[in-house]
């Protein structure tokens, strides 16, 4: 057969060449290994037994491109990976394109309570050490077992867990929360055991209880608002206990958060309590709790209801804690050693101080008062102690008045602060009384005190002659 095409003139060619490329053009598809491109594409490829190979080049050379074009396709050998060109935003950036086997093992896309493992006995217990990522609403008919796994969203507002009754996380171990929100009318936490528990960034709303966290080595509670739950949270045994920008808001109703049982210790740190009228902020009247380290430091108190239920003992009059906590908040007393203070008082004395030697000193007899005492007590006449956990200074003001009955005799008496029974020459006065003299005395100093020192006030004289002073009227300030 005679190829007619070569026995065309060199304008014939031409004008064979224009028509076909006429002809693409107008038709904008190309199939190759099929004469029927489809109509949608500009380039059908078709084959059973060969791919399509774009070009390969190292990490370098990839970016050496000049101008990569929007959508510019390559296939890095260093990273073994295709990327593309995101030309926006300006000045654009090569995107990996991702394939499963990039993806981490131990990770799960949760889009419907189908994506979990299917629950045995009304629980859902997840895979040890597994991220399961939430990705919209998820509603539940059954409790997860968080099985030391990780619970995770993008966005707490577009991420949530919903279930109408019965608790949404269960079980005895612990895992992490994040970036989810926890609603439906349920309870948020029945967790009763587990060496950490992590929650972040989350929402709990509308629940008919948070529920109960307790028998952990560690809590850690950091940015989570709750809104619009009828009743609080319970923490009961815990290792240790800390709490990060807990957001409460007045929509709440019930106990806000309650203390049971023992723990190492508890940090509170920022955040907010509005209590609403017949709500209580925080409780730790339980008798029982245990705390062998406190610290609520820079929570916001507010609102018309009852901001703490106190210790039922080991509190002072006007505040809520015992020696184990130190307190910080607004809308709520301070409490910690800085704020430790004691006073005693008495008035119309006539007990005199018996004067047995001279210059020998003697505790001022007679009956003291003991009031504003926090961090301090008054366990028996003429004596304060402090009970805080750690050793301070104190300033010491005292002031009295008294009566030398010897008549025509005038003595020296001198007055001292004693700690301990011991003389503190620092902190003393002294004073000349004619016979039958009325006069006042004066003492000011710091002492140091650590836990259970107590003082005292001493008088001395020069002589032991004569009748005993008294002291009528005597106060004492330790702050």
């Known amino acids: 057969m005679k190829n007619s095409y070569a026995h065309l003139s060199s304008s014939g060619k031409v ?4 028509i076909l490329f006429l002809s693409f053009s107008i038709n904008a598809q190309v199939g190759i290994g099929n004469t029927n491109p489809a109509a949608s594409s500009v380039l059908d490829v078709t084959s059973t037994t060969q791919g399509m190979l774009v070009p390969r080049m190292t990490t370098l050379q990839r970016n050496a491109i000049v101008t990569p074009a929007n959508s510019l396709l390559v296939y890095d050998t260093d990273l073994e990976s295709f990327f593309h060109f995101d030309a926006t935003p300006d000045p654009g950036s090569w995107v990996k394109i991702n394939s499963t086997a990039n993806e981490r093992n131990n990770y799960k896309l949760v889009k ?5 493992p299917a629950p045995v006995g009304g629980i859902i217990t997840l895979v040890s050490n597994t991220l399961y990522e939430i990705n919209g609403t998820i509603t539940l008919n059954a409790s997860i077992n968080l099985n030391d796994a990780y619970v995770w969203g993008l966005d707490a507002n577009e991420d949530i867990l919903f279930r109408s009754s019965g608790p949404v996380f269960q079980g005895t171990t612990g895992g992490s929360i994040r970036n989810i929100t926890i609603t439906g009318g349920g309870t948020a936490f029945s967790i009763t055991g587990g060496t950490s528990l992590l929650v972040q960034n989350t929402i709990i709303t509308g629940m008919a209880s948070v529920g109960t966290i ?4 560690l809590y850690f509670g950091n940015i989570i608002q709750f809104l619009n739950n009828a009743n609080g949270i319970t923490y009961n045994n815990i290792g240790s206990l800390l709490l990060s920008n807990q957001a409460w808001f007045g929509t ?7 203390f049971t049982g023992t723990f ?14 017949g709500a209580i902020g925080l409780d730790v009247s339980t008798n029982g709790l245990a705390v062998t380290n406190g610290v609520i430091n820079g929570t916001v108190f507010s609102g018309a209801g009852t901001y703490v239920n106190k210790y039922t003992t080991g509190s002072y009059p006007g505040y809520n804690f015992t ?5 910080d908040c607004p809308g709520i007393p301070g409490e910690g050693d800085s704020e430790a203070i004691g006073y005693y008082y008495m008035v119309g004395n006539t007990t005199p101080t018996n004067i047995q030697n001279s210059n020998t000193p003697y505790k001022i007899a007679g009956t003291t008062t003991g009031t504003n005492l926090f961090r301090t007590t008054h366990p028996e006449n003429n004596r304060l102690t402090y009970k805080g956990r750690k050793s301070r200074s104190f300033e010491i003001i005292c002031t009295g008045s008294m009566i030398n009955p010897t008549l025509l005799t005038t003595k020296t008496f001198t007055f001292y602060i004693y700690r301990n029974g011991v003389k503190q020459p620092s902190i003393s006065a002294e004073r000349k009384f004619t016979g039958n003299d009325i006069g006042n005395f004066t003492l000011i100093g710091t002492l140091s005190l650590a836990t259970d ?3 005292e006030v001493y008088l001395e004289s020069d002589s032991s002659a004569g009748g005993n002073p008294v002291v009528t009227r005597m106060s004492l300030i330790l702050k």
């Open 15 to 18: 004008f064979t060449l224009l």
């Open 252 to 258: 709440n109703n019930g106990t806000f958060e309650r």
């Open 264 to 277: 190492s210790q508890i940090q509170k740190a920022s955040g907010f309590s509005t209590v609403p009228s």
């Open 453 to 455: 020192d107590s003082i």
């Open 214 to 217: 307790s028998n952990l080595g």
């Open 323 to 327: 020696n184990a906590w130190t307190v």
């Open 112 to 116: 419907s309570a189908a994506d979990f």
